[in-house]
């Protein structure tokens, strides 16, 4: 039985379009998984891409 085969990592570069539109995307409180979808990142890479610009994702979405 071969090694399963990892998926490569590949990263990808926020073009400044990219950043235009995750800020008016975050100001307009849309959840960090769909922002994510829309990017094809994960929720992860979201999250951290806010921090890095002091963007509040905190507030999304039905968490308790």
Known sequence: M???KKKAIKRRAW???DVKEFKSL???KT???KIARRFKR???A???KALHLGISLNSR???G
Do not use: F, Y
Request: proline share 14%; glycine share 14%.
């Open 61 to 63: 979405g039905g968490r």
């Open 26 to 28: 975050a100001k307009a």
């Open 15 to 17: 073009t400044p379009e």
């Open 31 to 33: 959840p960090a998984a």
């Open 42 to 44: 994960t929720e992860g």
């Open 2 to 4: 071969p090694a399963a």
């Open 46 to 48: 979201i999250r951290q």
